[in-house]
């Protein structure tokens, strides 16, 4: 069993250092990091960079890194899982590359294919209030001035009752 989980520990860690070294080649020149986490986003003095591995073949493997300027960020609104946990939204219009249909016929849909869908907002969770992500993230928005949005509180749908109802206890 420790075998087990020292293959894992072992795999999780080469899984970060191929995705750090990866988005530190996606710097531009002149780009300083500002603060990174273990397994986290990346911010940069101009940038919010992260980074995930394509699942579909052929490109199964691969990295892509999804980039979002700070000069492109119009608002943002700080706040809440429903266990306290700190969440950020943020309000720009962008694409992200992901999985999409390689055909489409009237209502069918089939293969493989990555391709860049847009998304109306971005929503970052983060671990803790004092987390370095977090806080640098923050501290950016705040000093550049962004327009703050109200605060949010993300809850889970229904009562616990009835999230649990059809939950089997061994």
Request: aromatic share 8%.
């Given at each position: ?11 999780w ?14 710097l ?10 273990h ?17 579909a ?6 990295w ?7 000069a ?31 055909h489409?016929f ?36 705040e ?8 605060p ?19």
């Open positions: 069993m420790a075998s087990l989980e020292a293959r894992g520990l072992s795999t860690r080469r899984f970060r250092r191929e995705r750090d070294s990866f988005l530190e080649t996606r531009e020149p002149g780009e300083r990091i500002v603060a990174r986490s397994d986290h986003l990346i911010i940069t003095d101009r940038r919010i960079l992260s980074a995930r591995q394509l699942f073949p052929p490109w199964r493997g691969e892509v890194c999804d980039a979002l300027s700070f492109q960020i119009t608002g943002y609104a700080l706040g809440r899982r429903h266990d306290h946990r700190p969440l950020t939204r943020l309000g720009p219009l962008h694409r992200a590359i992901e999985h999409i249909p390689a489409r009237l209502w069918f849909e089939w293969g493989d294919a990555q391709g860049p869908i847009p998304h109306d907002m971005t929503l970052l969770g983060f671990g803790k209030d004092s987390g370095p992500v977090f806080v640098a993230l923050r501290d950016v928005l000093r550049m001035g962004t327009t703050q949005l109200e949010f509180v993300v809850r889970p749908e229904g009562t616990r009752q009835e999230r649990t109802a059809h939950a089997i206890a061994q």
